[in-house]
């Protein structure tokens, strides 16, 4: 089955939509992974959490299955704190259901839940001040305040730990340094995922879904007025 313009088998939410929109039907189910992951970063090893939501169903009676990454936690300074993580895949988890919903794909609105983690920091936020997403600052930007953004992208090995055995995965992640306010902060985001082993087969396919997803957030910085720097992985 070939659909012009989107990929196929489907790799994002947005491709989901498409077709939906286009007569296709479309059923749509959500299961989650909090993954262990080792990183190592800039020689800098750490280990987080991934939180990766797995999108399955059928089009026009084909299975399809793919994996959205919607954040990285860590219990330290070197990536986006563990109780920040959850509330962000939960935010951005939510904006892709009303998505969904909008073209009249059903879905059951499940979220990521990591009740003893989130208790053991629930300090951290009132100590680290509120919870920003990169949408926070569009909305900044949108109400007159100037933005600036510094996109980051970089390609990360890491490994994910299952119950029995690890797995060599590549993640593309970018940084943006965002200027607004008068303060200067940091927020990630994972675009896609490979496996390892897998990169002459789907590296090129991943690196198009993340620069799609950032084409499309680029697009709401020029709605509000955003200097940026436009980078695409390549």
């Known amino acids: 089955m070939e659909h012009a313009g989107i990929n196929y088998p489907p790799g994002r939410i947005t ?34 959490y991934i939180f990766l939501c797995r999108y399955t169903g059928e089009i026009d009676k084909q299975q399809y299955s793919f994996k959205k990454c919607y954040a990285r936690g860590c219990p330290n300074n070197l990536c986006t704190h563990v109780s920040q993580a959850v509330m962000i895949a939960n935010r951005y988890l939510q904006r892709d259901y009303h998505k969904l919903e909008q073209v009249g794909i059903k879905v ?21 001040g509120p919870l920003l997403a990169i949408h926070d600052y569009i909305n900044i930007a949108g109400e007159g305040s ?18 029995n055995h690890k797995h060599q995965m590549v993640f593309l992640m970018v940084n943006f340094t965002v200027t607004c306010l008068g303060e200067t902060h940091h927020y990630e985001r994972c675009l896609a995922c490979y496996p390892m082993e897998k990169e002459t087969e789907e590296r090129q396919q991943k690196i198009e879904i993340a620069n799609a997803r950032l084409k499309s957030l680029y697009t709401e910085f020029d709605a509000v007025e955003i200097k940026y720097d436009k980078q695409f992985f390549s």
């Open 15 to 48: 491709d989901l939509m498409i077709l939906k929109q286009k007569g296709s039907i479309v059923t749509c189910k959500t299961s989650f992974e909090v993954l262990p992951v080792d990183f190592s970063h800039r020689s800098n090893p750490f280990q987080a």
């Open 108 to 128: 059951i609105k499940r979220l990521f839940t990591l009740e003893e983690m989130t208790v053991k920091f629930d300090g951290y936020q009132e100590e680290h």
């Open 146 to 163: 100037p933005v600036a953004i510094a996109p980051a992208l970089e390609f990360v090995p890491a490994v994910e730990h299952f119950a």
